[in-house]
C-alpha cells in the first residue's frame, strides 16, 4: 500500500480500506487535492463534486465501520465523463448548447455506480457531444496527455483518460462509438473497455451514435476494468436495446491464462501503411508474448475492414444529426432569441455547437436526406452487415482478435485539429468493432521512441468478455509494465 | 461528391442550422473532402446485403401499459429558457406543423 | 360539378388510444391537469433518455389491423421521422414507414344500401406531439405573438389508418369514417371522439375525367371535426376542383384547411414545401415480430364488430337495416341484446331505444354507449305496454324516470301512478259520467256517426288523466250506448 494513496489501483485500495489501513474519506481527499493541485496543468475535469464526493465517502466509512454492506466498489473514487446525466449536477458534454443543463435524472451508469459506493469525484472534458478523438473539440477547453503536457490525451473521453492515467481517480467511466474509450486509453496509458453492444444501459448516456455508443470502463490494470465494468453492466428495462440476459462476468477470466487459445492478428491493421514504428514494434512484441505464453497465433483477414471507416463516417453523422435535433432553445439548455422560432432555434444551435459538430449533423443530414439515403445511409449498413459477417468468419477460427489501438501515439496539440480526415483517422482499428457491437479494448505494451504509451487492441465476439479480459490479463501480467503513474508530475515538472 | 454552397445551405435549413456566407463556403470545401472518403462505401458490391440497423439482435422489446414516474411541472420547466403559464414559451411561429 | 367527372378521395384517419400510458413512457394519458404535468424525462425529450414501446398500444394496433382484414407484419420497425416544430420534443416523430405493423386490408362501407369494398393501405403507431398555444392574435398560428407548449399529450399512442384511393364521393367517405369509428370503439381501444380530437382525418382529394387511368392533382384537406364537417368539406372541394377544371385552369397540389363557418377550404401552405423527412429504421427500438400465437389469440379476441353486428340485427332479430345501423353506430347493441334476451320483442325493444333513449340522451348530453338503462328495465317496460297496463305515451314518462334513476319500470309506473285504468268497474262509471256529459256526442254515436265517439273518448280520457285503456274505454262507450 504506497504512502500516496493516488499511486494505487482500485484493487489495493478497496483492499486497505477494508483492512481498515485507510478510509474512504482518506482516499477521496487524497485524490481531490492532487487535482487542485495538477489539475490546472492536465484540465481532465470540467467540474469537481468535493462535498458529494466526501460525504458519500463519509458515509460508506460509517456504513464499513458499522459492518452494513457496502458496495462492490465502496470509496473507490470515479471520474465521470460529462456526457452521463447527472441529477443536479451540470452535463455538459463538452458543450455551450448544454452549458447550464442540469439534469432532472440519473443515468443508470450513475445510478449503478451509486449502488457500488464508487465515489465520483467529478465530470471529466470530452469532444464535444462525444465526437472527436483529441478532447481538442470540447466548448471549455483542452485536456492534456499526462505523459507529455504538448500532446492530446485522445478522445472523445480524452478528460477521464487523463484523470486515470493522470492518478486524479484510479477509475474513470468514458463511453465509446467510434473509439472513444479505447483510442484515449492507449494514448493515455491506460485499460480502457468497449463492452458488447447492449450490456451497460445507455439511458441517462447524451446519445450520439446510438447503435454504436456504449459506456465503458477506464483503469490502470485490467483487473479493476474488470471490476468496475461488472459494476455497471447488466439489462435495464429502461433501455429497449440493453441485452436481457445477465453479463458474462469479466472477474473470473483473468488468471486462465492463454494456453491454447486461439488468437487472431488482423495484419492488415498491424502492418497498416499509416501505423507508426513504434506502435507496430510494441505490438508486434506483444503479440509474441502472446505466443510464448502458448496462445496459437494466426494471422487473420477483415476483408472490408478498410470500408468501415468510411461506413462508420455515413453512420454516426446520420444517427447524430437525429439525436442533436432536440437541442433547439426551447426546452432547455442554450437559447438565442430570435424574432420567430424557426429563426430562434437556427441561431441557437449556430451558436451552441462548434465546427466538428455542425460538421457531422450536415453530413449525417445529408447522408439521410431524399436522393442520397441509398447510395450513402443504406449503403454503409450493408457495409456494416459485411463487417459483421468478417468478424463472425474470424471468431469462427479465432477465440480473440488482436491489432494496435491506434496507428500512432499521442499527436501534438493543435496537430490535426484543422484536418477533419487526419482526425477521423485515429480511429480506423477501433471503428470496425463499434460496427459490430462487439467487444475491444485497448490495454499498454509499452512506449514508443518518445516513451510514447502504445495500446494493443484484443477484440472479441459479442458477449465475448470474458475470453477478451481473460488475454489482456494474461499479457498484463507478463509485461509487468509500470505504468509510469509519475507521468503527470514530471510532465508538469518540465513545464514548470 | 462535390457540394456546391447552395447545397450546403439546403442542408443547413434541413438541419436547422443559421450559418454566415463564410461558413457556406467552407463547409462545402470540407464536407466535400469527408464525403469523397465516406462514398467508398459505393465500391462495395452491397446489392443482396441486408442493412444492419441494430448490431445485436434483439425483438419485441416492450413495456407493460403501467404507470412510471412523472415529473412536476417545476421540474419538468427547471431547465427552460422561458416559461409562461407552466408552459414553455417560444417566439412566433411560421410554418404550420407538417 | 358535371358528371364528366369523378372524385378519387383517399383518408388519413389518426386515433388516440386510451391506453393507460404513453406509446414510450409511462407517464399517465389521461384528459385534463395543469400543463406539463404528466411528463417525463422520455416525453420532454431530455438527452439521455431513451423509449420503450407500450406493448398494449402494439396489441391495439395489431387487433384494428385485424379487424380491417390486414396482413399482420411478420416483422416491422419504428422509423423516425425527422422536422423541426416546438411541440416535438425530439424534432423527430417516432413513427413507422416502409414496414408497418399492419397493410394490406380492407373495409365495406355502405352509402344507401349499396356496399363498396375501400382498400387499406396500412396501419402504422406513432406518437402524439406537444400541444400550442398561440398568443395574441385570434388563437390560430397566424397573427399570434409568441406560443407556449405543453407537452402532456406529447407521446401519448396513435394509430394511423391510410386508405386506398378508393373512395368516391362525400357520402361514401363520412360512411368510411363512421364505420372505422364503429369498429375502433367496438375494439375498446379507443373513444374515437372527433370532436374531442382522439380521432382525427384529413382527406386528399383530387378529382379526374371519367374514363381517365391517371389521377389527377391532389389536394389534402385539414380540420375536418365531425362526420357532418367531413362530407360537406369533400363536397365543396370536388366542386372547387371541377370548376377549376372546367375553367381550364389546373389544380395546385397544396394542403387546405376547411372553414366550417364559411363552407370553404383555403390554402394552409402558400407554397407546397416538399417535407424531406429523412427516415430511417430508429435505432434505439428494436424490431417488433409479433408471435404466430399472439396473432391468433388477438384475432380470436376480436369482439364483434359493427358489420356483424348490423347483419346480426337484421337476420337473426329481423330488424329494418335503418334501425340497426342507428342502434350500432350509436353503441346501443348491448342493452338490446340483454332486452331480446330477457324476453323482449326485438323490433319494439328496438323502436324505443331508436326513438325516445336516444333523442333523451341527446338531450341529456349522455353517451348512448353508457346510457343508465338495464335491458331487462327495458324489457319490463316493453312487456307493459304490452299487456296494456301502460299507454305508450305513459310509458314514455315512465322510460324518463327509469332513465333518470328512479327505478324499475313498474316501480316508476306504480310511484308516479302512471299505471293504465283497468278496473272495469272504475272504466264503467267514467264511460257513463262521460255519456252523461255530452248528451249530444252521444245522439250522435247512437244515429250512427261513428266519428263522434272520439269525443266521449277524449272526455275519458282526460277524466282518467289518460290512464285509462283507450281500447276498453272505447268498447265499454259502444256497448252502453247501444244498449
Known amino acids: 500500500m504506497p504512502d500516496d494513496l493516488t499511486r494505487a489501483d482500485a484493487a489495493t485500495l478497496l483492499a486497505a480500506m477494508e483492512a481498515g489501513e485507510t478510509t474512504a474519506v482518506a482516499v477521496a481527499e487524497a485524490h481531490l487535492a492532487r487535482i487542485r493541485a495538477t489539475d490546472g496543468a492536465l484540465g ?62 440519473d443515468a443508470t451508469v450513475v445510478e449503478r455506480l451509486a449502488a457500488a459506493d464508487a465515489v465520483v469525484l467529478g465530470k471529466t472534458n470530452m469532444d464535444e457531444f462525444a465526437m472527436g478523438s483529441s478532447t481538442e473539440n470540447s466548448a471549455f477547453g483542452v485536456t492534456r496527455n499526462p505523459f507529455d503536457l504538448d500532446r492530446v490525451p485522445g478522445g472523445s473521453s480524452g478528460g477521464s483518460a487523463a484523470a486515470v492515467g493522470g492518478r486524479h481517480a484510479p477509475l474513470g467511466i468514458g463511453t465509446d462509438t467510434g473509439g472513444s474509450i479505447r483510442q484515449p486509453a492507449a494514448f493515455c496509458g491506460i485499460v480502457g473497455v468497449k463492452p458488447t453492444y447492449g450490456l451497460v444501459s445507455r439511458f441517462g448516456l447524451v446519445a450520439f451514435g446510438s447503435s454504436l455508443d456504449q459506456v465503458g470502463p477506464m483503469a490502470r490494470s485490467v483487473a479493476d476494468a474488470a471490476a468496475l465494468y461488472e459494476a455497471i453492466a447488466g439489462h435495464d428495462p429502461r433501455d429497449a436495446t440493453s441485452i436481457p440476459e445477465d453479463p458474462p462476468p469479466a472477474r473470473p477470466a483473468l488468471d486462465r491464462g492463454v494456453e491454447g487459445l486461439r488468437i487472431g492478428v488482423v495484419s492488415s491493421f498491424l502492418d497498416g501503411e499509416g501505423v507508426e514504428p513504434g506502435v507496430r514494434a510494441r505490438c508486434a512484441e506483444a503479440v509474441e508474448r502472446l505466443a510464448a505464453l502458448g496462445a496459437d497465433v494466426v494471422e487473420v483477414a477483415l476483408p472490408h475492414a478498410d470500408k468501415a471507416l468510411p461506413a462508420y463516417y455515413l453512420i454516426a453523422p446520420s444517427e447524430a444529426s437525429s439525436n442533436l435535433s432536440r437541442f433547439d432553445g426551447v426546452r432547455y439548455g442554450l437559447r438565442v432569441d430570435g424574432p420567430t422560432t424557426e429563426e430562434m432555434m437556427a441561431a441557437t444551435r449556430a451558436e451552441g455547437f462548434g465546427p466538428e459538430v455542425k460538421r457531422r449533423i450536415m453530413i449525417g443530414t445529408y447522408a439521410l436526406s431524399a436522393g442520397y439515403f441509398d447510395a450513402y445511409y443504406l449503403q454503409a449498413q450493408k457495409v456494416r452487415t459485411l463487417v459483421q459477417e468478417d468478424f463472425a468468419a474470424a471468431y469462427a477460427s479465432c477465440d480473440a482478435l488482436v491489432s494496435p489501438a491506434t496507428p500512432s501515439t499521442a499527436f501534438g496539440i493543435g496537430e490535426k485539429v484543422d484536418d477533419p480526415l487526419a482526425m477521423y483517422l485515429n480511429d480506423v482499428f477501433a471503428v470496425p468493432s463499434n460496427l459490430a457491437g462487439t467487444p475491444a479494448m485497448s490495454l499498454p505494451v509499452g512506449g514508443d521512441e518518445a516513451g510514447l504509451p502504445v495500446g494493443l487492441q484484443v477484440m472479441a465476439p459479442h458477449l465475448g468478455e470474458p475470453v477478451m479480459f481473460q488475454v489482456a490479463a494474461a499479457l498484463e501480467a507478463s509485461l509487468g509494465l509500470d505504468l509510469a503513474p509519475d507521468a503527470l508530475d514530471d510532465a508538469a515538472e518540465e513545464r514548470a | 461528391m462535390s457540394l456546391s454552397d447552395e447545397q450546403v445551405r439546403h442542408v443547413a435549413r434541413l438541419a436547422r442550422i443559421a450559418l454566415t456566407d463564410e461558413e457556406v463556403a467552407g463547409l462545402a470545401s470540407q464536407l466535400s473532402d469527408i464525403l469523397a472518403y465516406a462514398e467508398q462505401v459505393g465500391e462495395v458490391a452491397a446489392g443482396d446485403v441486408v442493412p444492419t440497423s441494430h448490431p445485436y439482435p434483439l425483438a419485441n422489446v416492450a413495456r407493460a401499459d403501467a404507470p412510471g414516474p412523472s415529473l412536476g411541472q417545476d421540474e419538468a420547466l427547471a431547465n427552460a429558457p422561458a416559461v409562461e403559464d407552466g408552459r414553455f414559451r417560444v417566439p412566433r411561429i411560421v410554418g404550420e406543423e407538417a | 360539378m358535371s358528371s364528366a367527372y369523378e372524385a378519387v378521395i383517399g383518408l388519413e384517419v389518426h386515433v388516440e388510444l386510451g391506453t393507460r400510458t404513453k406509446m414510450f413512457c409511462g407517464c399517465p394519458t389521461d384528459f385534463g391537469g395543469e400543463p406539463n404535468t404528466k411528463t417525463c424525462a422520455v416525453c420532454t425529450g431530455q438527452p439521455g433518455s431513451l423509449p420503450v414501446p407500450n406493448a398494449a ?81 385570434t388563437g390560430r398560428i397566424a397573427g399570434a405573438d409568441h406560443s407556449l407548449i405543453d407537452y402532456n399529450r406529447a407521446g401519448i399512442p396513435l394509430l394511423e389508418i391510410v386508405s386506398e384511393p378508393d373512395v368516391r364521393g362525400p357520402e361514401e ?311
Open chain 1, 44 to 105: 481532465a475535469f470540467l467540474r469537481t463534486l468535493d462535498d458529494t464526493a466526501l460525504a458519500h465517502a463519509a458515509d460508506v466509512d460509517r456504513r464499513r465501520a458499522a459492518g452494513e454492506t457496502v458496495g462492490a466498489l465502496a470509496g473507490v473514487p470515479v471520474a465521470l465523463k460529462d456526457i452521463l446525466c447527472t441529477r443536479g449536477v451540470a452535463t455538459t458534454c463538452g458543450s455551450r448548447m448544454l452549458e447550464d443543463y442540469h439534469p432532472p435524472y
Open chain 3, 57 to 137: 398500444a402494439i396489441e391495439a394496433a395489431i387487433s384494428l389491423g385485424l379487424a380491417l382484414a390486414c396482413e399482420v407484419a411478420p416483422r416491422s420497425q419504428f422509423h423516425r421521422k425527422n422536422y423541426f416544430y416546438p411541440d416535438m420534443p425530439k424534432n423527430y416523430q417516432i413513427s413507422q414507414y416502409d414496414v408497418p405493423i399492419c397493410a394490406d386490408g380492407h373495409l365495406d362501407v355502405a352509402v344507401d344500401g349499396t356496399s363498396r369494398r375501400i382498400g387499406i393501405t396500412r396501419v402504422h403507431m406513432e406518437e402524439d406531439t406537444g400541444k400550442s398555444l398561440h398568443v395574441g392574435g
Open chain 3, 173 to 483: 367517405a363520412r360512411a368510411y369514417l363512421a364505420e372505422l369509428r364503429g369498429i375502433v370503439r367496438a375494439l375498446g381501444i379507443s373513444d374515437a371522439k372527433l370532436e374531442e380530437g382522439s380521432m382525427r382525418c384529413d382527406a386528399n382529394v383530387s378529382v379526374r375525367r371519367r374514363g381517365d387511368e391517371a389521377f389527377g392533382t391532389r389536394v389534402e384537406v385539414k380540420n375536418m371535426n365531425s362526420l357532418r364537417s367531413l362530407q360537406r368539406a369533400v363536397a365543396h372541394e370536388i366542386e372547387r376542383q371541377g370548376a377549376l377544371l372546367d375553367a381550364g385552369e389546373a389544380v395546385t397540389q397544396e394542403t387546405r384547411h376547411w372553414d366550417e363557418d364559411a363552407g370553404r377550404t383555403s390554402t394552409l401552405r402558400a407554397k407546397e414545401e416538399v417535407f424531406d423527412y429523412r427516415y430511417f429504421p430508429d435505432p434505439d427500438l428494436v424490431p417488433v415480430t409479433p408471435e404466430r400465437a399472439d396473432v391468433e389469440r388477438l384475432a380470436a379476441a376480436l369482439p364483434e364488430l359493427p358489420a356483424q353486428m348490423r347483419a346480426r340485427l337484421t337476420g337473426g332479430l329481423g330488424l329494418s337495416d335503418e334501425a340497426a345501423v342507428t342502434l350500432v353506430d350509436a353503441g346501443l347493441v348491448v342493452v338490446l341484446d340483454d332486452a331480446v334476451a330477457a324476453g323482449a320483442e326485438p323490433a319494439a325493444a328496438a323502436k324505443w331505444l331508436a326513438n325516445e333513449v336516444l333523442s333523451w340522451c341527446r338531450e341529456a348530453d349522455v353517451d348512448p354507449a353508457g346510457v343508465p338503462l338495464a335491458g331487462d328495465a327495458l324489457a319490463e317496460l316493453v312487456d307493459l305496454v304490452a299487456r296494456g297496463t301502460l299507454s305508450t305515451k305513459l310509458a314514455r314518462e315512465v322510460l324518463v324516470g327509469v332513465l333518470e334513476g328512479e327505478g324499475r319500470p313498474g316501480e316508476v309506473a306504480k310511484a308516479r301512478g302512471l299505471e293504465q285504468v283497468s278496473d272495469e268497474g272504475e272504466l264503467v262509471t267514467l264511460v257513463d259520467e262521460a255519456i252523461a256529459a255530452d248528451p249530444a256526442a252521444a245522439e250522435k254515436v247512437r244515429g250512427g256517426n261513428d266519428k263522434a265517439i272520439g269525443a266521449l273518448v277524449g272526455a275519458v280520457m282526460k277524466a282518467s288523466r289518460g290512464q285509462a285503456n283507450p281500447q276498453r274505454v272505447n268498447e265499454l262507450l259502444r256497448e252502453r250506448l247501444t244498449s
